[in-house]
């Protein structure tokens, strides 16, 4: 499968953005999906994760009552809205697809671009 992410931006903090994820092929709904970010010099960090139903989802703890992870089966995309943004949500986020409901990165096997995420103060 291949991911396409879209819809960083510079924002300010306390703004809301949603972030898309186009899939291709014809098995989307079978793939869990995630939300992940990074910033230079550190390491990949887990932000959400839904299942291919859509029933089962989770978030990194910062992240939980600000963060929500909706997806649209029928069209083949997942999102990550972002709410009450922060200057520390700054990052390069990027989608993935998993068979396994994970926090792991190393547990993704399909990967997209990236976009980025800047949080003025």
């Known amino acids: 499968v291949q991911l396409q992410a879209s819809g960083g931006g510079l924002v300010q903090a306390g703004d809301s953005l949603r972030l898309s994820c186009a899939a291709s092929?014809?098995?989307?709904?079978?793939?869990?999906m995630g939300w992940f970010r990074q910033v230079p010099g550190r390491e990949r960090e887990f932000v959400a994760t839904?299942?291919?139903?859509?029933?089962?989802?989770n978030y990194q703890e910062s992240m939980k009552g600000r963060f929500t992870i909706p997806r649209d089966n029928a069209k083949n995309e997942v999102y990550l809205q972002m709410n009450s943004l922060k200057p520390e949500d700054t990052a390069v986020y990027y989608c993935?697809?998993?068979?396994?409901?994970?926090?792991?990165?190393?547990?993704?096997?399909?990967w997209g671009q990236g976009t980025q995420v800047t949080v003025s103060s």
């Open positions: 993935a697809a998993s068979s396994r409901f994970s926090t792991l990165p190393g547990h993704y096997y399909y």
């Open positions: 092929g014809r098995t989307f709904s079978s793939y869990v």
């Open positions: 839904i299942s291919g139903g859509g029933a089962g989802v």
